[in-house]
């Protein structure tokens, strides 16, 4: 049975910086933080000692910059073991962590002092990151078309969610609309607003944070069926799924493969989403909800059309729940990745369960 080890997590080296601080960093620290993205010393070392001590066969690289830098990956290979990296964004192909396109240099971002890490981090994750790595696994296939298309070919595995333990709650027993995720242009969050706007009957809930927080807030307190949670725990976004007859995805980027639809799901609720990526993806394959296009109109004509014919809704919500279990569940998920461990061993996948080393996720 291999034994796995996953990237050291911010216990093992100081979290200078999350997405909810970095905006109020001072510039010395930025700059330091900057630093550390491009090589992270205490990483590497704490990196070394961690392989040392659990003598893994593999390691598994999932969300490293800016925190970590490329430093686990060097430190892998200079201890000869085979690094298997999952792509979560576009990173590795470009600049921008959401632009799918393959630009090189970061036009996107709003703020210059962001455009100008990502442009320098991308040459990082180019020349000294991507070669090392023995394996690429994406969340979708959709992800997996555009690194191939780049020149990385990828294992698409979706990703999963828990399995639900009992029944979801049943039409009558709910009501409304929620969105839950990052409060930016490119999660559509205009157009949800705009939802709020043309169909009034209907109670749109919003959950979260980021740049556009104000410009909810601020919606919410003109539109009498918009309410701006704020930001919720990830129970809280349960609880708010379970009694949402529709989740709200109008994200315009290619999004990769979103666990919150997983959540929605795994809830019972049904999707609505703009046709990007592999969000569209994975909501197809499943029938739980409404690919649309890039439309305002569209979002609030199916969402209203979900939200009020019990028929429909009943078998997408059951459609949905179903692909948790049969394409979005942990036993789903783990011969697949034990698959990619055994390519990069040359030994056979095992029959149960490897042990697996765990770390906290860096920001």
């Not at 997590?9 to 100081?14: H, I, K, L, M, Q």
């Not at 990151?129 to 698409?156: C, E, F, K, L």
């Not at 409304?176 to 169909?199: C, E, F, H, N, Q």
């Not at 290619?254 to 959540?263: I, N, Q, R, S, T």
């Amino acid at each position: 049975m291999p034994r796995i080890a996953w990237r050291p997590g911010a216990r093992s080296s100081p979290l200078l910086v999350t997405n909810e601080t970095r905006d109020g960093l001072p510039l010395l620290q930025s700059a330091r933080v900057a630093t550390r993205a491009t090589w992270n010393r205490t990483a590497y070392a704490a990196a070394r000692r961690l392989i040392a001590d659990f003598a893994p066969d593999v390691v598994h690289l999932h969300k490293l910059y800016p925190h970590l830098s490329c430093a686990p990956v060097t430190a892998a290979r200079d201890a000869g073991v085979p690094i298997v990296q999952t792509a979560h964004d576009y990173e590795f192909i470009s600049a921008n962590p959401f632009d799918h396109t393959g630009a090189t240099v970061d036009h996107t971002h709003t703020r210059l002092r962001y455009r100008t890490l990502n442009t320098a981090l991308y040459e990082v994750r180019k020349l000294r990151h991507a070669p090392q790595v023995d394996a690429w696994v994406t969340v979708s296939n959709a992800m997996a078309n555009t690194y191939a298309a780049h020149g990385i070919p990828a294992r698409a595995i979706p990703n999963f969610t828990l399995v639900p333990t009992g029944p979801a709650p049943r039409f009558e027993a709910r009501s409304g609309a929620l969105y839950a995720g990052r409060l930016t242009v490119d999660k559509g969050v205009d157009d949800i607003i705009a939802l709020a706007r043309s169909v009034p009957e209907l109670e749109v809930r919003v959950a979260g944070f980021g740049p556009l927080a104000h410009r909810v807030s601020r919606a919410a307190s003109r539109i009498p069926n918009l309410v701006y949670l704020g930001f919720l725990s990830l129970e809280g976004v349960q609880d708010e799924l379970r009694r949402s007859r529709v989740c709200l995805m109008p994200s315009r980027w290619e999004e990769p493969g979103p666990l919150v639809a997983l959540e929605a799901m795994a809830a019972g609720t049904p999707v609505v989403a703009y046709d990007h990526g592999g969000l569209a993806e994975y909501v197809r394959q499943a029938h739980a909800g409404r690919v649309i296009g890039t439309e305002p109109m569209a979002l609030a004509a199916n969402t209203a059309f979900l939200s009020t014919d019990a028929e429909e809704w009943t078998k997408m919500s059951a459609n949905a729940m179903a692909a948790i279990h049969d394409t979005h569940s942990p036993d789903a998920y783990l011969p697949e990745i034990l698959s990619v461990y055994a390519g990069v061993t040359g030994r056979p996948a095992p029959a149960q369960r490897p042990r697996v080393l765990r770390a906290v996720r860096a920001a």
